[in-house]
């Protein structure tokens, strides 16, 4: 084997394959072994909340329907709005891969081909470690772009009209329509299609970097009242 070229060439593909098995799959689990999975209400954050309560202002009769009201007291609202919050990510995350969503969008920015250019930031092992990223969708293919820093890059109401016909904002998407998440019309979006935008609204919301970090911090968004 080791007098052919092909021989040698086979040996040296096997031998990097098992390099990068083991820099890019133990390493990072022997890595963060210790560290604890979190859970859906450890990721709300001050950017998801911000969307969470525009998507309150934006659809209030569909949100009440899908949610309910807070209560009145501060303490309680605040732990119902965590709460609720947390719940609709993982109804968000279930409705995302029933929909087959990641078969044409992945969810990993890699160190190649301008990718941070296009997307943001590389993807991070640590940014993986929670519920909502088990098992992780990487993607099979990339028909559509990236999604793991969409967060924030669209309006509540831009997301709702391109789920529900997406060729009305993208000419020639080969994005399918998804009406079953909404009752009618795109300024109805149901409990399916609430939580699917709030999912898509979290992906990235952990980065300094989101397009409303800033606003939020400034405007003390979590006071506003839930109507």
Partial sequence: MFEKKSGVLLIAGLFFFGIAFLSNGLVP???YRNIPEKKAEELVNGNLRYQFEDLARRYPESFKAAFGS?????????????????DALRVGRSVYVGEGCWHCHSQFIRPVSNEDRRWGPV??????????QRPVMFGTR?????????????????????????????????MPDY???????????????????AYVQWLGSWLESYPYYKDYQA?????????
């Avoid at 997406?166 to 998407?173: C, K, Q, R, V």
């Avoid at 405007?219 to 109507?227: A, F, G, I, P």
């Fill in 179 to 197: 009406p079953w998440l909404f009752d009618g019309a795109p300024d109805k979006p149901n409990k399916r299609g609430l939580a699917l935008i």
């Fill in 123 to 132: 993807s991070k092992t640590e940014e993986y470690q929670n519920e909502l």
């Fill in 219 to 227: 405007s003390n968004v979590k006071d506003v009242e839930l109507k």
């Fill in 142 to 174: 990339r028909v559509g772009p990236d999604l793991c820093r969409e967060g924030g890059r669209r309006s509540n109401d831009w997301q709702a009209v391109h789920f529900f016909q997406p060729t009305l904002l993208s000419e020639g998407s080969p």
């Fill in 70 to 86: 807070p209560p009145e007291e501060t303490p309680k609202r605040e732990a119902w709005l965590n709460q609720t919050c947390a």
């Fill in 29 to 31: 689990i022997l890595m």
